[in-house]
């Protein structure tokens, strides 16, 4: 996952890592064990910075930085806690004394299947996916879930053979594995939420006529213009129109 830094990196400048900042001599500094190594970082930084903070670069492991991509997986423990804990590095802040991994891939096999050949039943999902059905009914998944899904459900709607309950189960996740990981079953719980995704898309959603619109609209090149101006914006004015646009609840 990380390999420590040998020079300043001259990396482009969208995969610049920021190194070591100096910090405020205010900020207020805690003790956490990374991989095992015990490092003093500021608080309120997240995992992934505080890693960072120690001169390590994650070379595996980091994506988006946003908590979209699920690349960056990690387990931890508290100081008198027994539990295990789980979280996306980039998004969970550390805490005095936490003893982190991050896990920068979750080692599994993917089915592969072709969208166009099979069928939105129960048995595709029992051909490409079987040992759904050694589900113990633990829980774990669900408890492991940094994106507070239903796991479990979605594991239990997937045996029923519903589609469209897994899919509106499954809808946010990122695909970081942690369910996969601890499962006891040793369930690909991800996985089985994006094929019944895609079969959700490919046969049983609804017909949209807006979404017709739309599609009709962009081959038509309506938003030509719109594009172009967004692929000539700078980065920070692109950020700032990004986080300024309307979003649906
Ligand atoms: S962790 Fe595995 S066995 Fe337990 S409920 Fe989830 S899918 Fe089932
Ligand atoms: S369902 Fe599993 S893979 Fe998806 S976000 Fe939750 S823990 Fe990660
Ligand atoms: S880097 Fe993408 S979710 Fe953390």
Redesign the pocket.
Known sequence: MTSKRAAPPEAKKDEAVELPTPVNPQTRMVTVYIMGKRAVVPEHATIMRAIEYTGVQIIRGAGCREGFC?AC?TLYRLPGDYRIHTGLACTTLVKDGMSLTQIPAVPMEKAIYDLEQIEATVDTIKKYYPAIFRCVSCNT?TK????G?Q?MDYVNAAMRGDIAEVMDL?FD????????LRCPAEIV??KV?ILCRRLYGRYLRKESRELDVRIDEIRNGVYDAEYAEMMAMAKEALSEQYYARDIEA
């Open positions: 699920g997986g998944c492991t879930c940094p994106q899904l796991v499954s996740c990122v695909s970081c594995g942690l369910c996969a719980q991800h939420g």
